[in-house]
Nanobody, 119 residues
Framework: QVSLVESGGGSVQAGGSLRLSCTAS?????MAWFRQTPEKEREGVAF?????DYSYGDSVKGRFTVSRDKNTVSLQMNSLKPEDTAMYYC??????????????????WGRGTQVTVSS
């Protein structure tokens, strides 16, 4: 199983931007970003496979951009809102080309990085 190391995150005012990155220790097909707060269930933010196909959660479409370079996935977060405040986790799973990465179960997780957006 791959290990994942995240970087980025921090605090920003509403309307600002942050960038997260995550590097996997080996090749893996699906990589993703999830987020979670104590008050909400874990939410899928962005998914991308090694072919470059991607998808987003509805709440971040048009504001967040996911990209990937081999085993590193990045999440550019623009126009941040206070409701984007959460712990963000990188995740990965072997997946396959017959299933969307957004529908896969993820078994490898990073330790998480905090994103805080103040109003």
């Amino acid at each position: 199983q791959v290990s994942l190391v995240e970087s980025g995150g921090g605090s920003v005012q509403a309307g600002g931007s942050l960038r997260l990155s995550c590097t996997a220790s080996g090749a893996i097909y699906c990589m993703a970003w999830f987020r979670q707060t104590p008050e909400k269930e874990r939410e899928g933010v962005a998914f991308i496979d090694s072919d470059g196909d991607y998808s987003y959660g509805d709440s971040v479409k048009g504001r967040f951009t996911v990209s990937r370079d081999k085993n590193t996935v990045s999440l550019q977060m623009n126009s941040l809102k206070p409701e984007d405040t959460a712990m963000y986790y990188c995740a990965a799973t072997p997946g396959n080309r017959n299933t969307w990465c957004a529908l896969e179960k993820y078994g490898a997780w990073g330790r998480g990085t905090q994103v805080t957006v103040s109003s």
